[in-house]
Every structure is written in C-alpha cells, then in structure tokens.
C-alpha cells in the first residue's frame, strides 16, 4: 500500500485520486497513520477476495443456509 504525508497529499490530493491504487493510499502525520483513502466498490463482485477464507467464488450462493426448503408447506 502506498503510503503519503498529510502535508503531501493535500498538494496533491486531485493527482491521487484521479490513480488511486486498487488498495489505496495510507496518510499519515509524522510516520503516524491518521486515514486511508480507498476506492468506492461499485459492484459485489468487488467483494471477492476482500475477506480471505470467505467469498472466493463468484458462483457461490452467500445467501442460504444449504437448505432446500418450501415456503408453501
């Protein structure tokens, strides 16, 4: 991850946005980490990979249980 003094990016703030790294950019203030600048996730396919060990297929169905059921019965 990139990392930026709080002074440096407010020179060049618009230049790091307009190339933000898909893991962002660390701000920090004296070799502290103050805030972190990511990209907006536009799409849940964004998700994957996001948590190790969790979403790691796209075709995974990560709203059930694994159970068949029958809301009519």
Do not use: Y
């Not at 998700?47 to 009519?72: H, M, N, R, Y």
Request: proline share 7%; net charge negative.
């Amino acid at each position: 991850m990139q990392e930026i003094n709080v002074s440096e990016f407010g020179q060049k703030c618009l230049a790091l946005m307009a190339d933000l790294p898909a893991d962002g950019i660390l701000i920090t203030n004296h070799g502290h980490p103050v805030a972190k600048l990511t990209p907006v996730r536009v799409s849940c396919a964004d998700l994957i990979g996001s948590v190790p060990e969790v979403v790691i297929d796209p075709s995974d169905d990560l709203f059930t249980a694994g159970i068949k059921w029958d809301a009519e019965s």
